[in-house]
């Protein structure tokens, strides 16, 4: 992962500037963009293996950048930066092919440890991404790619909260998450005992026995992992 090239897309300067020294001090090569146009030229002249990507840019924003990439065949992993606290903004961003968000402000560790778990995963599993974006949960199936959990007749109604919590847990399956990591990525006033409500309702809807739970399993003293079929 060291070594490893990052693409910095944001039209904040100062922000683009910090991000940029911070990462080499980090070992990554990082290259950097102030618009999608630019991040477009950086990309077909250079091999990128991660965009750290704002999402409110002036022109074509990074939602926009981000479905263009997927929608031409362009894998490359992208975690968004996003001003704005909001669950139907990051459903968006993970339904259009985002890998991961942060929430400005953030602190730079944090950046750190999201951006090296993210080219862990593609490491480790980038070659089968696509045949993992189906997961298995008894008689029910999770598209990755669609957000949509279904059985073998109807799709069953997730709540936005219950969505962003499944799609997180099934970018990795088997990693264990903390609470206060899901908490964070529901939003920065969610509590952990919230979290702990939400995946009561979630294995609800999995169909998971919550006295023994198989899907989603508590891993003590850390949080919870999905383990599906």
Known sequence: M??????????????RDLLVKF?????????????????RAQLALNK?????????????NGLELTQSLRESG??????????????DEKIEGLDIGADDYLTKPFEPSELTARIRAILRRNMQGGETRKEDEILRFGRLTFSLKEGALQDET??????????????????????????ADLAQRIGHRVEERTVDVQITRLR???????????FIQTVRHIGYTLCPD
């Open 2 to 15: 060291q070594n490893s090239t990052i693409l910095v897309v944001d039209d904040d300067r100062r922000l």
């Open 48 to 60: 990128v293996d991660l965009i750290v990507l704002d999402i409110m840019m002036p022109g074509e």
């Open 204 to 214: 609800r809807k999995l169909q998971d026995d919550s006295r023994h739970p198989k």
């Open 154 to 179: 109807s799709k069953i109604q997730l709540s936005s909260t219950e969505l962003i919590l499944l799609k997180t847990l099934a970018q990795s399956p088997w990693q264990p998450f903390s609470r």
């Open 23 to 39: 990462l080499k001090e980090k070992d990554f090569r990082v290259s950097s963009a102030n618009s999608a146009a630019e991040a």
């Open 74 to 87: 362009n894998d490359v992993p992208i975690l968004f930066l996003t001003a704005k606290d909001s669950v």
